[in-house]
């Protein structure tokens, strides 16, 4: 397991002021001889062990298969839409949840854009249409399918991250950025293949191992 990109400095940081504050904590200890430090220990290692779950990077063995549509995010089935040569989803992390972004689909980035918002919680979807959010375009030409993954901020999460460009070429499954503290990821499929949700409303999926939808 790995610490995921552009997250590492937050680790490190937390990790200095954690060793500070211990020494700080036995310091009080010894000249008072207060049970307080027990508490501070025990803050630490809870905020400490917090963001190392939710900054994890887990390997994951990926399976690809251009008939089937992976998940792009952990988390749960909030909303499904299926029509005529489209399909959308919207996946609602927690906090426990691995933060990563995948690509469902293979192909080429063909448009990253990220739009300024606010940090409304996912509970309330209407307002958290106007967070922060950031776009991410994906175009198999063989296969004909364009792919939109959007991560949106949310009231802790705070940023989102594209580890991607317009003209990369990425694989099924590929991690291509994270949120961080986790909120909302969407998907929308095109393509002329008739794909169909495998998924029901408030399933439970991962990214890169669960199939969403899968060609007829």
């Known amino acids: 397991m790995t610490i995921a990109k552009g997250t590492k400095f937050i680790v490190w940081l937390l990790l200095a002021f954690s060793a500070m504050s211990t ?3 036995f310091v009080i200890w010894y000249l008072t001889d207060f049970f307080w430090h027990f508490i501070i220990l025990g803050l630490i290692v809870i905020t400490y062990s917090f ?3 939710t900054f994890r990077d887990p390997a994951r063995s990926i399976s ?3 008939n089937k549509i992976l998940a792009p995010a952990d988390g749960r089935v909030m909303e ?9 989803c919207v996946i609602r992390m927690s906090p426990f949840d691995v933060h990563m972004t995948r690509s469902p689909i293979s192909g080429n980035i063909t448009n990253v854009k990220f739009q300024k918002g606010s940090h409304w919680p996912a509970y309330f979807p209407e307002y958290a249409k106007r967070n922060q959010r ?3 375009d994906i175009f198999d030409e063989e296969e004909n399918i364009s792919g939109v993954v959007t991560q949106v901020s949310g009231i802790f999460a705070r940023r989102t991250v594209s580890y991607v ?3 990369d070429n990425i694989n ?4 291509i950025g994270t949120i961080r503290f986790g909120s909302l990821t969407s ?3 095109i393509s002329n293949k008739s794909f169909k949700f495998k998924v029901g409303l408030s399933d439970i999926v991962r990214a890169g191992k669960t199939v969403i939808a899968e060609c007829d």
């Open 23 to 25: 020494i700080i904590s």
């Open 80 to 88: 499904l839409e299926e029509e005529e040569g489209r399909i959308y």
């Open 64 to 66: 690809t298969d251009i």
């Open 172 to 175: 099924q499954g590929d991690v």
């Open 134 to 136: 950031n776009r991410i």
């Open 51 to 53: 963001l190392i779950l």
């Open 165 to 167: 460009k317009e003209k």
């Open 187 to 189: 998907l929308e499929i």
